[in-house]
Nanobody, 125 residues
Framework: QAQLVESGGGLVQAGGSLRLSCAAS????????MGWFRQAPGKEREFVAA????????YYGDSVKDRFTISRDDAKNTGYLQMNSLKPEDTAVYYC??????????????????WGQGTQVTVSS
């Protein structure tokens, strides 16, 4: 199985940027498609972005499209989420996740087999 560890969260002012990293260990990272989800207090888990095996396809939630960019470096067993033009409503715990089954949906959290512990992102106004 895969172990995932997120890093890069923190406090940033509105309009600023952060880059989250998701380091994978345990099994070859290239075996998995990867996704990012977030959850704010009192809200349901929300799809943020996903990237396919090999990185040829990417998907974004409507609220982050054109501001966030997902990428992966299989040689480093690491995935990334570049977040630009951050808004206070982006404040949440961000989770990276990995899925092994190509028949499942990239945007549904139930499709993912492994999850990181989460990293807090706080955007001040």
């Amino acid at each position: 199985q895969a172990q995932l560890v997120e890093s890069g969260g923190g406090l940033v002012q509105a309009g600023g940027s952060l880059r989250l990293s998701c380091a994978a260990s345990g099994r070859t990272f290239s075996r998995y498609a990867m996704g990012w989800f977030r959850q704010a207090p009192g809200k349901e888990r929300e799809f943020v972005a996903a990237i396919s095996w090999g990185g040829s396809n990417t998907y974004y939630g409507d609220s982050v499209k054109d501001r966030f960019t997902i990428s992966r470096d299989d040689a480093k067993n690491t995935g990334y989420l570049q977040m630009n033009s951050l808004k206070p409503e982006d404040t949440a715990v961000y989770y990276c996740a990995a899925r092994s089954r190509p028949t499942t949906s990239a945007t549904t959290w139930r499709s993912y087999d492994y999850w990181g512990q989460g990293t807090q992102v706080t955007v001040s106004s």
